[in-house]
């Protein structure tokens, strides 16, 4: 459904919004045009005087569940999404009992994005917004579009290490916020100065309409392997939330990648009105006539710290050394490549703006290697994630590499012994750990991805994480490396009610001082 235009003689001096200007279009009873708002949540809590409560349906329950918390905070309205539950005489009564009005208003939970565009004036019509979709990369591939582009323009990043631009980041605790949040950072981007943002777009997001009212320039496919299958149910559907991305009105440009199943089978359908371009690991991949634009690495060799990649790409070839290590790397970076030259960037300066790239935290992100062992961390916390990040850490390593990892609690229990076999296959050595248990016995979890092993009694189980990563790096010699894998970036480890400050990375920096520390 389309929205009419909006009279903007709604808005009062302070910016804030007439509720029936703002909902003009959405619902079809008369509203209050004296009623001002000044701010959007979906969430009770942060309501308050001038504020418009959003209380849409969910999985484990309504908003309208928490409607009178709202009002004692004092909210202007609410906005309610009817169902079997609060159908329009349950609203009517409510709205009566609270004394405000409670506007129903059909499919709010997809319409949440709509409303908070126009509320922040649709900011990324304004913007050039490129949205990333994929299992692994997402983090890695906007924050390096970001920091290519930084010399011509401020861009700003919206994803899992948080909304602003690189150095200054808000964590939000979501790879992509609510439709409210979305918003409001593209809105605050904008206002200092963005002209570009590089999204991560969950599939989460894509199924929940977070990201419905977003303008993408640009959509990107990095890769699809098995995640969040508690919440998709399987990989049909978890592929099919991802595609949504690549059916965006008004969407220019879809960068994929063709070396993925996936990723071929999006490039065979994108719309005729979207422009293609494709990127390949493989030196001797083709391509389809109908893509506009391909990049593809002719050649990867490995060095200590770093990547020599050969490009060949439809505009001419060139030569990328660069200080990040992986083979999944090559994938990211060609991503980013083809971005660029989609946006007009000549390949000279494209590859020269890549080659001064650096790691992103918690995304093989490297540590020691001098005197001591290579210790990488890395956010791998799905099968074939681990399997890249071991096979790429083996290529930089010449001596034994040991694999530090857990599996999370209350998440896909299908993964935790392919892990299990990914990692003592791979591996000289292999230490399990806990990995958020949350709410589940971290003892069982080990047990599941013990299960998936040929000689689990050679495996060392060490549920205190610091334990283990301390263990792995002391029995580390120089010549071999250590792969600490699935939290990445976070700092947080969840353990149900208990939730302790956490760091792969500063345990490893710990770590490593020590281990000096006993060597000198």
């Not at 439709?179 to 894509?206: C, F, N, W, Y």
């Not at 660069?322 to 060609?334: D, E, K, P, T």
């Not at 990692?423 to 016995?441: C, K, Y």
Request: proline share 4%.
């Amino acid at each position: 459904m389309t929205v009419a235009a909006v009279d903007c003689r709604g808005l009062g001096a302070s910016g804030s919004w007439s509720l029936s200007a703002l909902l003009h279009g959405f619902v079809a009873a008369s509203v209050d045009p004296d009623l001002r708002v000044e701010r959007l949540t979906m969430d009770s809590r942060s309501t308050g005087p001038g504020a418009l409560f959003l209380a849409c349906r969910g999985t484990a329950g309504h908003g309208l569940d928490y409607a009178q918390k709202a009002a004692d905070n004092g909210c202007t309205a609410i906005v309610a999404e009817p169902d079997a539950a609060w159908d329009r005489p349950a609203i009517e009564r409510l709205s009566t009992r609270l004394g405000l009005p409670v506007v129903p208003l059909a499919n709010l939970s997809r319409r949440a994005a709509e409303i908070a565009a126009r509320f922040h004036f649709e900011p990324s019509r304004a913007l050039q917004v490129i949205g990333i979709t994929g299992t692994n990369g997402k983090t890695s591939v906007s924050h390096f579009i970001a920091a290519a582009l930084a010399s011509d323009q401020r861009c700003g990043i919206i994803g899992t290490l948080g909304n602003g631009f690189p150095g200054e980041l808000s964590a939000t605790g979501m790879t992509t916020p609510d439709p409210i949040t979305v918003q409001a950072a593209l809105a605050d981007l904008l206002k200092r100065g963005a002209g570009t943002v590089a999204m991560e777009v969950s599939s989460h997001a894509l199924d929940q309409g977070r990201v419905d009212a977003v303008h993408f320039s640009h959509a990107v496919f990095t890769n699809l392997s098995r995640d969040h299958l508690d919440y998709h149910g399987d990989m049909a559907s978890y592929a099919a939330a991802k595609g949504r991305l690549f059916r965006m009105p008004g969407l220019q440009w879809a960068v994929i990648n063709q070396d993925d199943a996936v990723g071929r089978t999006l490039l065979a359908v994108l719309p005729p009105t979207v422009q293609r371009a494709a990127f390949s690991v493989e030196a001797g991949a083709g391509f389809a006539s109908e893509t506009r634009l391909w990049v593809r690495a002719s050649a990867i060799e490995p060095l200590p710290r770093g990547l020599r990649i050969g490009v060949q790409t439809s505009l001419g070839d060139g030569e990328l050394t660069v200080g990040l290590i992986g083979r999944f790397n090559v994938a990211n970076l060609l991503a980013v490549l083809a971005v660029l030259l989609t946006m007009g960037m000549d390949l000279t300066s494209a590859l020269k703006r890549l080659a001064g790239l650096h790691g992103v935290p918690g995304r093989m992100e490297c540590f020691g290697g001098d005197s001591g062992p290579l210790v990488v961390v890395d956010y791998a916390h799905t099968p074939e994630a681990l399997e890249k990040a071991i096979g790429d850490l083996r290529r930089h390593c010449s001596g034994k590499l040991c694999t530090v990892f857990g599996c999370g609690g209350e998440r896909d229990r299908g993964k935790r012994p392919l892990m299990g076999e990914i990692a003592e296959r791979l591996s000289d050595s292999v230490i399990v750990t806990d990995d958020n248990p949350r709410n589940e016995d971290g003892d069982a979890i080990c047990a599941e991805i013990l299960a998936g092993m040929h000689a689990p009694e050679a495996v060392l189980v060490r549920r205190q994480r610091a334990l283990a990563i301390r263990r792995a790096i002391a029995l580390a010699g120089r010549a071999d490396a250590v792969l600490v894998a699935g939290k990445g970036h976070e700092t947080v480890q969840d353990m149900g009610a208990l939730k302790i400050r956490f760091s792969d990375r500063a345990q490893v920096v710990q770590a490593l001082a020590e281990r000096e520390g006993r060597r000198t």
